[in-house]
């Protein structure tokens, strides 16, 4: 807990999300190494840079993932009950989803993420485009304890987590997301989940640093918003992007390199940085399928499909909630 928060809070009047955002900027920027969460690579203009990065060749997932979900629509919907809700985790652009959508019966759809004004936004369309669908938008922080709904009481249960979003937890925190879906969802609950597997690392490499620079500019755009949001006085361009594949841990390493020894204020502190002195501001895992099933499996929930693309490049389970 960071002593200065309720005096950061009333000297710069913040609004909740902004004064966490505030407390744990200053907390990770003060731990050796330096680091920063990557949910805060969000805002609008990181969540456009994201949307962007999703269309690059380089960047498999996305597109991988929605071929899958196209393809094996039918097989989905098979095991999925008629009239379940389905509960997103981190709900943000809804293009994967619309496709279960289209593809299953659901009786409810409950998207859950912290950015309260997109998610009304997203939920409107969505009623537009589906209106035979109950759309219950849930603002909050999916990796805590929530309440669903009391409309869909009586529904089955079915969670959503595509993209590979479980990679930026480490394994014991992906541990602790899957056992606190099992316990939001409930007993005899589904979940489909979206898994990036191991590969060529020089794939995984392209994959991060792509030609025309976006993901770096993603990257760098956290430091932007600490200026933007916290009266930051960080210089970009004396930072430096940096992804790495970390075979060891089975992960990509993001980083920003500071260029040169300099120092940097946030809310009247002061950071010192040495040349070359990293900020690791995300972790990628990449998962073989046997890693992720004995992860699953620990968590309270058992494998019943498995899909992935026909390179083996990305996957996409059916998981069934465990007795
Ligand atoms: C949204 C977390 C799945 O890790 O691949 C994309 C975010 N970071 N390029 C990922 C990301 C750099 C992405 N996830």
């Not at 898994?195 to 755009?221: H, P, Q, W």
């Not at 040169?260 to 501001?281: D, M, N, P, W, Y």
Request: glycine content about 8%; proline content about 5%.
């Amino acid at each position: 807990m960071n002593v200065h928060a309720p005096a950061l809070a009333e000297a710069h009047r913040f609004d909740e999300q902004t004064s966490i955002f505030a407390d744990d900027v200053i907390e990770h920027l003060s731990q050796h190494p330096k680091r920063l969460s990557p949910k805060y690579f969000y805002d609008a203009a990181g969540s456009e840079l994201f949307e962007q990065i999703t269309r690059l060749p380089e960047y498999y997932p996305t597109r991988t993932e929605l071929d899958i979900l196209r393809d094996r629509g039918g097989a989905i919907s098979a095991i999925i009950p008629s009239g379940s809700a389905l509960v997103e985790f981190g709900a943000g652009a809804t293009t994967k989803v619309r496709l279960l959508l289209q593809q299953c019966a659901f009786g409810a759809y409950v998207p859950v993420d912290i950015s309260g004004d997109f998610l009304q936004a997203q939920a409107e369309a969505l009623r537009h485009d589906f209106p035979a669908l109950d759309v219950y938008p849930v603002a909050a922080d999916f990796t805590a304890p929530f309440l669903l709904p009391e409309a869909i009481a009586a529904m089955p249960k079915v969670g959503f987590f595509p993209g590979s979003t479980l990679g930026n937890f480490e394994p014991q925190e992906a541990r602790a997301f899957l056992r606190s879906a099992r316990d939001i969802l409930g007993r005899g609950a589904q979940m489909v989940i979206g898994v990036d597997l191991e590969k060529d690392e020089r794939v995984l490499y392209e994959a991060y640093n792509d030609k025309a620079g976006i993901t770096a500019r993603f990257n760098l755009n956290v430091l932007q918003r600490i200026n933007r949001e916290l009266g930051g006085n960080f210089d970009l361009s004396a930072f430096t992007h940096r992804a790495i594949y970390n075979g060891d841990h089975h992960r990509i390493e993001m980083h920003l390199i500071s260029r040169k020894a300099q120092s940097v204020r946030v809310l009247g502190r002061s950071f010192a940085f040495r040349a070359g002195e990293s900020i690791h501001t995300e972790n990628s895992y990449k998962y073989s399928l046997e890693r992720f099933t004995a992860l699953a499996r620990g968590s309270g929930w058992t494998p019943r499909e498995t899909w992935t693309d026909s390179a083996g490049m990305f996957s996409v389970h059916a998981l069934q909630a465990s007795d």
